[in-house]
């Protein structure tokens, strides 16, 4: 793998068995933390499964040109410094490389003393030690669940973001763009920027949260957040129609999109569109914190679950950090910051920086990080989707996309006795597809707790298992086997076969 310039040629055989410490997640709180890390000489390696630095915000910011400076603005092509820190640094980059399992490694008392991590990329698999791990997996889209999202001609306004990105790709055709977030002002302002006919943006938001939004108006005043929320808000209301106060929403047609439904002002409205891009939102991404046995917890401003982390980002289970906004949406300033203070905290655990050095070098970064989420709470209380837009009323609405699983299916397994999650897995195989619940975790909470009077803390989450993602068998066989390893399987067979059954089964 790479020091300094990246590069994809080498496979992830070239890697060491060994790191101080591996980094998953090249966006803004990754590069932050391994670039700190490699600073104070830690064997740092960074894994992330796209092919060059930058994560969600600053997708491809190494590749881009002057031209995307302008097209997708000021905030993106901040990434350019942070990226170019990263490969100045002596940490190694493995990119196009998927993390898929975290287990951690015991020391002759018990203790955790490090974890090997599951890598693969290109076809091939690797467990890679390291004493600490930090996680910076970012955040999710948060499900929107509408009759036909699954229709072609309907996706995520993230999903068209990243091909504007990566390839330059700028959407044909007549393109609707509904929902809430600030995210959804940003892409609708980047697409018409980059030509595409953008015949409406119907707004979500609904009415009563100015006025919850408007208790924490002291903090958004003096935020960057109010400049540029103005900026884009103007942009996008001059360029095309902004309608508000949209309370129902559906994507019609047959086998495909035509026509894109709404409900405002007590009436029903519609329009002919070739493209729906839906947003509402960022959530933690806690597949990976959940799987490794993170403590999490319910946050109403933000209305998801997270993992618990310390000051120092530091997760519930040993020698395990978190950072970024897969802890907690904060924004890609306070991802990178939250980065710093996370390799400073490893670092110390692994005895590269005295505490008191530790300390001093986190004072400034903890003032830039409070007045980086200067805004957040009135942003959290502005955009906080409405429950019809996260608890689909309709019962023939599809939740868990991988299985077509239904709203009303989902609440007639409630009535029939599934209580949370993961009972629900045993009825309908809900969030048990390629996508590990990411695109239906949280609905399946929310419908659940909707229909038990209770509320999401008291319902859970799904209980997750590695691989967290698709790997192939070949991969997974061709791992070396360790003699535990060896040991868990054969007794696991001994417990349910006699060991004459062993005995035939060895090959002839
Ligand atoms: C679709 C989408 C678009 C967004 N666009 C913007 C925007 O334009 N402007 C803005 O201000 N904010 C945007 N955000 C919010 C934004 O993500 C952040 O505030 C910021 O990027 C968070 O930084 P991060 O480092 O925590 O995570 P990210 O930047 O999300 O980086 C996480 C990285 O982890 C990698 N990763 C995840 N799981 C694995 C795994 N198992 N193995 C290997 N790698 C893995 C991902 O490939 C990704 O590169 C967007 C969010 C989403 C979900």
Same mark, same amino acid.
């Given at each position: ?8 040629e080498r ?11 591996i ?6 709180a ?12 830690a ?35 901040r990434?350019?410094s942070?990226?170019?820190?990263f ?26 003393i ?65 929902? *809430?977030? /600030?995210?959804l002002?940003? &892409?609708a +302002?980047?697409?018409?920027?980059a =030509?595409?006919? !953008? %015949?409406?943006? @119907?707004? *979500?938001? /609904?009415?009563?949260?100015? &006025?919850? +939004?408007?208790?924490?108006?002291? =903090?958004?005043? !003096? %935020?960057?957040? @109010? ?7 103007q942009?996008?209301q ?7 106060? !949209? %309370? ?7 086998g ?10 007590g009436r ?51 020698g ?31 005895g ?66 599934a ?25 399946v ?16 989450y ?11 068998l ?22 349910t076969?006699?060991p004459?059954?062993?005995?035939e089964?060895?090959?002839?």
């Open positions: 793998m790479t020091k300094g310039r990246v590069s994809t496979g992830i055989a070239d890697l060491a068995d060994e790191y101080d410490v980094v998953v997640g090249a966006g803004p990754g590069l932050s933390a391994a670039t700190t890390l490699a600073g104070t000489n064997r740092t390696l960074l894994v992330d499964e796209n092919r060059t630095p930058g994560g969600q915000i600053y997708r491809a910011i190494t590749l881009a040109q002057p031209v995307d400076r302008q097209r997708l603005g000021e905030d993106y092509w990434g350019r942070i990226a170019e820190d490969l100045r640094s002596e940490a190694e980059y493995a990119p196009a490389t998927t993390a898929w399992s975290i287990q951690p490694l015991q020391g002759d008392a018990g203790q955790t490090g974890h090997e991590v599951g890598l693969s990329s290109n076809g091939v698999a690797r467990l890679i030690q390291a004493r600490q791990v930090v996680l910076a997996t970012g955040a999710l889209e948060r499900p929107f669940p509408i009759p036909g999202w699954t229709l072609p001609g309907v996706m995520t306004a993230g999903a068209a973001q990243i091909a504007l990105k990566t390839s330059g790709l700028v959407p044909s055709g007549k393109v609707v763009i509904a929902g *809430t977030g /600030p995210l002002y940003l &892409l +302002a980047q697409l018409i920027e =030509g595409a006919t !953008v %015949s409406a943006v @119907l707004d *979500t938001t /609904p009415r009563e949260n100015w &006025l919850r +939004a408007f208790r924490h108006a002291r =903090g958004f005043l !003096v %935020s960057p957040y @109010l400049a540029k929320g103005l900026k884009l808000l942009t996008v001059r360029r095309t129609r902004v309608i508000r106060w !949209v %309370s129902a929403l559906a994507a019609e047609g047959e495909g999109l035509k026509e894109v439904v709404w409900g405002a002002g029903e409205h519609r329009m002919a569109a070739d493209l729906l891009l839906l947003h509402q939102g960022v959530v933690p991404n806690v597949n990976f914190s959940n799987s490794a046995g993170c403590a999490h917890e319910w946050d109403e401003a933000q209305l998801t679950f997270r993992p618990q982390v310390d000051e120092w980002s530091a997760s519930s289970v040993a395990l950090a978190l950072a970024g906004d897969g802890t907690g949406i904060g924004g890609a300033e306070a991802a990178a910051i939250q980065g710093r203070i996370a390799g400073l905290g490893c670092a110390s655990r692994l590269l920086v005295a505490p008191a050095e530790r300390d001093r070098l986190a004072v400034p970064l903890r003032t830039s990080l409070a007045r980086a989420m200067r805004g957040r709470r009135f942003l959290d209380e502005l955009y906080r989707p409405a429950k019809a837009f996260r608890v689909p009323q309709d019962p023939d609405t599809i939740v868990c996309r991988c299985e077509e699983i239904s709203a009303g299916q989902i609440r007639a397994s409630v009535s029939a006795g209580g949370g999650p993961n009972q629900m897995k045993v009825f309908l195989r809900c969030g048990m597809g390629p996508c590990q619940g990411r695109l239906c975790g949280l609905t909470t929310e419908l659940i707790a909707d229909e038990r009077s209770k509320h999401p803390s008291e319902i859970g799904y209980r997750l298992r590695f691989p967290i993602k698709p790997l192939r070949h991969e997974l066989a061709a791992l070396p086997q360790t003699e535990t390893a060896k040991v868990a399987v054969l007794a696991d067979l001994a417990d076969h006699h004459a059954d062993l005995n089964r060895k090959p002839q």
